[in-house]
């Protein structure tokens, strides 16, 4: 069991290349703030996921803000630099820090 939070401040980049990861953006910066901002790959045919918002940390979940301003709470695990998240229909996505 995780006894400190994880600490995703810093810039990431997408390693997950799968049809439902497609939603999620290419790059994602976490502030020590709570605030991220996201940039989508330019030859993504979805707007992504996130943009720009808050964030949160907690054990093994992290929420986040979507573009439409809901949080959503993602299942989270940190290995090293590997950042894996899971939403709630089960899309695995996976960000390397840089």
């Not at 939603?23 to 901002?37: H, R, V």
Request: some cysteine; glycine content about 6%; proline content about 5%.
């Amino acid at each position: 069991m995780r006894t400190t939070p994880m600490n995703l401040t810093g810039h990431w980049q997408k390693s997950t290349d799968s049809t439902c990861s497609t939603k999620y953006p290419a790059t994602i910066e976490f502030k020590p703030n709570g605030l991220y901002m996201a940039q989508g790959d330019a030859q993504a045919q979805v707007q992504p996921v996130w943009d720009v918002g808050n964030f949160t940390v907690n054990q093994d979940t992290v929420q986040i803000s979507t573009y439409t301003d809901a949080v959503v709470a993602y299942k989270a695990s940190l290995d090293a630099d590997t950042l894996t998240l899971q939403d709630p229909e089960g899309c695995t996505v996976a960000y390397q820090r840089l």
